[in-house]
């Protein structure tokens, strides 16, 4: 499954060139990674009340295009890799189908007190459905 999530481009992740701040693209890649579990049934904030999150332990992010205030962007977000241990996201923003940026992160299963653990069954197996190959 990809998700595909409009971004309008805000003043306030603009630097003073008017090109959008390469940090606001992480607040992008997380907001369409909650999008995407949401999707799945897999609520980001019902994750944490089990007492199961997925911190990032990498982030890559290549910038191929700038993007501007008050411009309308797609971020498609999908997952790459599921595994008992980890999970890996790929995204891909674009304008006007052009693209933009493309990223991944890394997360590690942890429980409440930052310990690794290995994810729950039922919750692997909805995210390796997901998989895209």
């Known amino acids: 499954m ?7 481009v805000r003043y306030a992740e603009t630097d003073q060139m008017g ?6 693209y992480v607040v992008w ?3 369409g990674r909650t999008v995407l579990l949401e999707r799945l049934g897999l609520p980001y904030h019902r994750l944490e009340a089990q007492g199961l999150f997925f911190p990032v332990v990498e982030l ?16 498609r977000v999908w997952i ?9 996201f790929g995204y891909r923003v674009e304008r006007d189908g052009a693209r933009a940026a ?3 992160t890394v997360h590690v299963p942890q429980d409440a007190g930052g310990r ?9 197996a909805k995210l390796q459905a997901a998989v895209v190959a």
């Open 80 to 88: 790459e890799a599921a595994r008992s241990r980890k999970v890996v």
């Open 102 to 104: 493309e990223g991944r």
């Open 29 to 31: 890649l997380e907001e």
């Open 60 to 75: 890559g992010l290549r910038y191929h295009r700038p993007l501007r205030y008050g411009e309308v962007a797609t971020l």
């Open 19 to 24: 090109i959008v701040h390469h940090a606001a």
């Open 2 to 8: 990809t998700l595909t999530h409009p971004i309008r």
């Open 116 to 124: 690794a653990i290995r994810m729950p069954p039922e919750i692997l």
